[in-house]
């Protein structure tokens, strides 16, 4: 009856008070002020996104105009600024594909590795020292990518391995070589952060049963993070893929229809990157050919970003 009382008794106490509001007596002109910065960042960069479009596709339809798609998208050479012009951009577009392809057969396992010691096998003394060292290669200017392929690897390799290169000193695979050690801490940084977000009760669970840590890094830890780490390698084949200074110094400036690691080839950043300099009229079939390749590159970089969205929705793993 006591136990009643009290609580009939604080009951009545508040009842007679109106009920609290989780809404501010006064207007908060702050939060206001921060939803509109934050909705006009937003429209910005829509209207960046859809301005870069449209610049992209006015000059391109004009060159469609003149050019066919059958001319174009061909085997023939590419020669736009010679007379009679050529167009068979599938020689760049090889060529981008060959620096690329090289570039991730070197920074897919050095990058992977990495992240599986630095989330594994590391420990916290070693890991606040060497992953700021690793992702220090994230912050070199590519102009110094560039410089370093044609001065230091070209040669290196080209004493290692005498006639590699066809025409020294410029070579994809060279260019490959440095745009791979470029995009290394994109694969290593983002692959372990996705490593180290898997629950620990996972590994737990398996070194329960008896595994070991390396069974334990390569049939748990990776299967449960390999979203992340499939996202990690189709963003560094986009960053690859438009790479311009690199390609532009090492990879030499001939549309050779070759994945040969050792040939010289163009891409079609560097082939942007050479003709964009002011030096063609505007207007003429050589200045909307840049807009026509560049359009390419726009749609090839949107496809990867595109399967990225897949795959990752594809892998993701939820834990609670």
């Known amino acids: 009856m006591e136990a009643r009382d009290a609580l009939e008794m604080a009951r009545g106490i508040g009842a ?10 006064s207007p908060r002109y702050g939060e206001k002020v921060i939803k509109y910065v934050l909705v006009a960042c937003a429209v910005l960069s829509v209207l960046t996104t859809t301005a870069i479009v449209v610049s992209l596709l006015v000059p391109t339809i004009g060159f469609f105009e003149q050019v066919s798609f059958g001319d174009f998208f061909s085997t023939e050479s590419w020669a736009p600024n010679l007379e009679p012009p050529s167009f068979g951009v599938f020689n760049i577009i090889v060529g981008t594909l060959s620096t690329t392809l090289w570039g991730l057969l070197v920074a897919i396992p050095v990058g992977f590795l990495s992240a599986i010691y630095l989330s594994e096998y590391a420990s916290k003394r070693v890991r606040k020292v060497v992953k700021p060292i690793l992702e220090v290669l994230a912050g070199i200017p590519t102009v110094a990518f560039g410089v370093f392929a044609v001065t230091f690897l070209s040669p290196l390799v080209g004493d290692a391995v005498p006639g590699f290169i066809k025409t020294p000193p410029f070579a994809a695979g060279i260019a490959g070589l440095a745009i791979g050690l470029m995009i290394v801490p994109i694969i290593s940084s983002i692959s372990d952060d996705a490593m180290r977000a898997v629950p620990g009760g996972l590994r737990e669970g398996a070194y329960a049963l008896g595994a070991g840590k390396f069974t334990v890094s390569t049939r748990v830890v ?61 207007g003429t079939i050589s200045y909307d050919t840049i807009f026509a390749v560049g359009v390419v590159l726009f749609v090839m970089t949107l496809v990867m970003n595109m399967i990225s969205i897949r795959l990752v929705r594809k892998f993701r793993e939820v834990y609670e």
């Open 16 to 25: 007679d008070k109106p009920p609290r509001s989780l809404r501010s007596s």
């Open 222 to 282: 990776v299967p449960a993070a390999i979203s992340g780490i499939v996202a990690s390698i189709v963003l560094a084949t986009s960053r690859a893929l438009g790479e311009t200074m690199i390609v532009l110094l090492a990879a030499g400036k001939s549309p050779n229809l070759t994945l040969d690691p050792g040939a010289s080839v163009q891409t079609m950043t560097a082939f942007i990157g050479t003709t964009a300099t002011g030096d063609i009229a505007t």
